[in-house]
Every structure is written in structure tokens, then in C-alpha cells.
């Protein structure tokens, strides 16, 4: 456009003769720049799209690894890491995929296409141009050397971080018991501080190289205002090609701007990256055997401990040392001892929580390695030290639990005839014969589908008749009469529930205990 309508030496007449070449010159540049914008935000939408499927698919990945991790992978990692690692350091990832690969193509592209074009122009004056470049890599290799160990600090002390303030509000009953608040907000200061601190070290980092950067790329408008003069004056470089220059020179400069940035987002992407690929590739040390055997039915339940040991393996001394003995089925074992001489190592031995350093521990004859871990602890019934209430309701941790496991005794029960469900309006009545109980279910397996069927609509009324002794396993449970096991209902609706029991009922009040609930069977 300059050269032929503007500048020389036809101009005046090739605008006059060939004016609608001008207009489509002019119309294709406007073309072409909304074009280029249509461009970028279809590039910036599909990598936002990519990354955030990508972060998504990365996170379920991770979460179900660590679902299947053994006990050792527990102890190794801290709970406040992990947390870390499954939201900021992936965060990092999707910053990486949205942005920082987007920019790489986008300034490679920009640089190659801008040097080829200066080259095919003015093979002189892109040369002059270009040789400022090399500077600009070898700064950026500089400060990558310098901010990549900044970057791993500063994770590492984002995690110590996340950690703290995870085991104090894990722990918050335990520092309210012994007053421990100004500690532990002490505590919690001095890490949130070397995380600030390091975060400022990082990036001052990058602010003493920019600087330099930031220079050496605000040159070129100087070398082409110079060289570019001179050049026009000896007629070695048209006004066309000196306004095209000047007009692509940001498509030079600008990557060399952005080569710092991209650096400095990569190695936060590397360092986070490191950690979270930990993660990706870890395997747990206790699985399933190539020929472990399925189980699906319940275990007669003796239990055999043959010459065991166990050692953990960041400890020095062995925990437990040549243990024997053997537990039949129906015997209660109580294993006694001071704090810390290996009784819940014991007992997390028989679910393979942790693998015997030696000896071996059997189920009904069967080694547990030789198991399936999925039929082994689905049948292991364990009250663990720690109480852990899960973010729902009651009734939807019942019935995610225990639905299944509990329609299928209710099924059995009902066809070997100890349990008739009769529906009348918004009750349902359960009748149990206790003598038509088949041998092996036990007041506790009972109560457990009474749990699951107490949240259906209404009430739940459970009638007991011919009751037996030796349905009593302990002294508090007592099965006759009628048992109230209905939901909040309102106070017209319970005191016909009462009226019901009590021209029902002709036994004494008694309360029946059961996985720490207590339910009052009314007179």
C-alpha cells in the first residue's frame, strides 16, 4: 500500500487508475485483523476447554490411587500435602495447559513467521535486528538456573502450609482440651510467614532479570529507527518495507518480552508437576496376588497367627516379635498391653492393612495374602480408635453403606420365614419369629436392617414373638413385645404409635444399646 499508493514515484496515478485495488488492500487488512481476533478467542476457548478436562480427568485419576493406597502410603504422606498436590499443584497443570502452551506456540510462531518475513524482505536489515535475540535467550537461561529451586521451595512450603492448618482443624477438640490455641496460631504464623517470605524471594527473582529483558527488547524500535534511516537513505530499503518492518517489529520483540514469563510459569509447572507425577505413578505395596481367591461368602471366622513379625519400615526395632496363637470361631479375644506395644499393629495385620515382616496370619486355613483385599475386608467387621463422621446425613450414610448388604439378609430372612413385612398405609409392620431365626443371624445383624429400614416412610413398627434366651447374646438385649423403631414423626403421630404399643406390649420397659445408639422400647 505504501510503496504503490503513497510514496512512489507512480503513486499519485496508480492510485487513480487502480483505486479498487487500494480499497481491497485496505478491506483485506481489516479482513484479517478480525479474522486474527476470531482466531484468539477460539484458541484461548479450546485450551480453557482442554485444560479444565484434562484437570478433571487428572484429579479423578489421582483421587482413585489414592483410594486404593495401602497404610504405608498414609504414614508417608501427610494428609495437608496430599490436599495440596490434588488442588494447587494440579491448578499449576491446567495454568500450564491453558496458557503457558498456548504462549509457546503462539510467540515460536510469531518470532519464525516475523524473522521469515524480515529475511525475504531485507535479508540486511532482519539480521540486524535478529542478532539482539541471542542476548535475550541467554538471559533467560540464566534465570531459569536461578528460579527453579526458588519454585520447588515455594511448593514444599505451600504444602507445610496446607498441612498445619489441616491437623489443627482435624485436631481442634485436642488443642481446645489443653488450651493450646496461642500455639498453634503461633505455629500456624511462622509457617504462613515462610511461605510469604519464599513467594517474595521467587519473585524477586524474576524482577531482577526483567529489567534486562525489558531492555534489550526495547532496542529494536532503536536499531530500526537507526539502521532503518540509514538504509531509507541509501535507497537500500523502500518507505514500504521500513513501515512493514516497523509494523511487525512487536512480532519480534514481544516473544523475546514473553520468554521470561513462560519461564517463570514453567519451572512453577515443573516443580509442581514433579510432585503431583509422584502421585501419578505410585503403586500401592499390598494388592491383590495374581492368584488371590474370591471369597464372596462370609468366613467361618477362625483366625491363626503363625510365627508373625512386623517391623514398619521407617522404625528401628520390630513391633511385634514370633506372635502364635489362634482364635475359633465364636471366642471373644482380648488383647491387653501399654500405649504403644503393638496391639492395633496386631489387629491391622489380619485385614492386610500392613504385610507381616515374617510368619503368616490365616482365615479359616487361608493365608489373607491369598485373598482378595475387596472379599477379606468387606467381612471384617473393625471399630477403629478414631471416629470420623462424613460430610452427609445420617440417613444417607446408612443407606450408601449398608442398603445393599442390608436387603440382602432381609431376603433371607424373609425366606427362611423368620420375618413377615406386612404395608398398611404409611406403616410397615416387620413381625419376626425369633424361633424361625436361622442359627447363625444374631440380634446385631438383625438391628443393622432394622437401621436401614427405619428411614422409610412412616413408621416402623417390629413385632417379636415367641421370644428365645439364646437370642439374648448380651445381658441388655432383650427381643419381645413390640420394639419402636419409627423417624422423627410429629407428636400426634408418635402418641398414636404409643397408644399401638401399648395395647401391644405386655413387657416391662427395656432399652436396647446398639452401635452406640440408644433406643428406648416404650411400655
Not at 280 to 298: N, V
Not at 342 to 369: A, M, W
Request: hydrophobic share 45%; aromatic share 12%.
Amino acid at each position: 500500500i505504501v510503496d504503490l499508493f503513497l510514496t512512489g514515484e507512480n503513486a499519485r496515478e496508480n492510485l487513480s487508475t487502480h483505486r479498487d485495488l487500494f480499497y481491497q488492500l485496505i478491506l483485506a487488512m481489516v479482513l484479517f485483523t478480525l479474522l486474527r481476533c476470531v482466531i484468539v478467542y477460539g484458541v484461548c476457548m479450546i485450551y480453557e476447554h482442554v485444560s479444565q478436562t484434562v484437570l478433571y480427568r487428572v484429579r479423578n485419576y489421582l483421587y482413585d490411587k489414592i483410594q486404593r493406597q495401602d497404610m504405608t502410603f498414609y504414614s508417608t504422606y501427610r494428609t495437608g500435602d496430599l490436599m495440596t498436590r490434588l488442588t494447587g499443584d494440579l491448578d499449576a497443570i491446567r495454568h500450564m495447559v491453558a496458557w503457558i502452551i498456548r504462549m509457546v506456540i503462539e510467540s515460536f510462531s510469531l518470532f519464525a513467521a516475523a524473522a521469515i518475513f524480515f529475511l525475504y524482505t531485507n535479508w540486511k536489515m532482519a539480521l540486524c535486528l535478529l542478532v539482539i535475540a541471542p542476548f535475550v535467550f541467554w538471559i533467560i537461561y540464566l534465570f531459569r538456573n536461578k528460579v527453579a529451586p526458588m519454585h520447588a521451595l515455594l511448593r514444599e512450603k505451600l504444602s507445610q502450609m496446607n498441612t498445619c492448618a489441616q491437623e489443627n482443624i482435624s485436631g481442634n477438640r485436642v488443642v481446645k482440651a489443653f488450651a493450646r490455641e496461642d500455639y498453634e496460631i503461633e505455629k500456624f504464623d511462622k509457617a504462613n510467614r515462610d511461605f510469604c517470605e519464599t513467594n517474595k524471594a521467587t519473585a524477586m527473582v524474576w524482577l531482577k532479570f526483567f529489567p534486562y529483558v525489558e531492555t534489550i527488547a526495547n532496542l529494536m524500535p532503536l536499531v530500526m529507527l537507526g539502521v532503518g534511516g540509514v538504509f531509507l537513505i541509501k535507497g537500500q530499503l523502500t518507505m514500504g518495507e521500513y513501515v512493514a518492518f516497523s509494523g511487525l517489529i512487536w512480532a519480534i520483540a514481544n516473544p523475546m518480552r514473553q520468554m521470561g514469563n513462560i519461564m517463570n510459569e514453567f519451572q512453577r509447572f515443573s516443580a509442581a508437576s514433579r510432585k503431583v507425577m509422584e502421585l501419578y505413578y505410585s503403586e500401592p505395596k499390598i494388592k491383590d496376588h495374581e492368584d488371590a481367591k474370591e471369597h464372596p461368602d462370609r468366613f467361618d471366622g477362625k483366625i491363626e497367627f503363625k510365627n508373625v513379625s512386623f517391623q514398619y519400615e521407617d522404625g528401628d526395632l520390630p513391633v511385634l516379635h514370633n506372635i502364635s496363637f489362634t482364635v475359633n470361631p465364636g471366642e471373644t479375644v482380648a488383647i491387653m498391653g501399654e500405649t504403644g506395644c503393638g496391639k492395633t499393629s496386631l489387629i491391622n495385620l489380619i485385614p492386610r492393612f500392613y504385610e507381616p515382616t515374617e510368619g503368616k496370619v490365616l482365615i479359616d486355613g487361608t493365608p489373607v495374602e491369598n485373598l482378595r483385599l475387596h472379599d477379606l475386608r468387606r467381612h471384617i467387621g473393625l471399630a477403629t480408635q478414631d471416629v470420623l463422621l462424613y460430610s452427609d446425613t445420617i440417613e444417607a450414610i446408612h443407606l450408601e453403606i449398608g442398603f445393599r448388604a442390608g436387603m440382602r439378609l432381609a431376603a433371607q430372612l424373609a425366606a427362611s420365614g423368620a420375618v413377615d413385612v406386612v404395608e398398611q398405609k404409611n406403616d410397615i409392620f416387620l413381625r419376626v419369629e425369633a424361633e424361625a431365626l436361622p442359627a447363625r443371624e444374631n440380634i446385631a445383624d438383625i438391628l443393622v436392617v432394622l437401621l436401614y429400614m427405619r428411614f422409610l416412610p412412616g413408621g416402623l413398627w417390629v413385632t417379636v414373638v415367641n421370644p428365645c434366651p439364646s437370642l439374648a447374646v448380651h445381658s441388655e438385649f432383650h427381643f419381645s413385645g413390640v420394639l419402636e423403631l419409627s423417624a422423627v414423626v410429629s407428636q400426634d403421630y408418635r402418641k398414636q404409635l404409643l397408644e399401638s404399643v401399648q395395647a401391644q406390649c405386655r413387657c416391662q420397659p427395656v432399652k436396647l444399646f446398639h452401635y452406640g445408639f440408644c433406643f428406648t422400647i416404650p411400655h
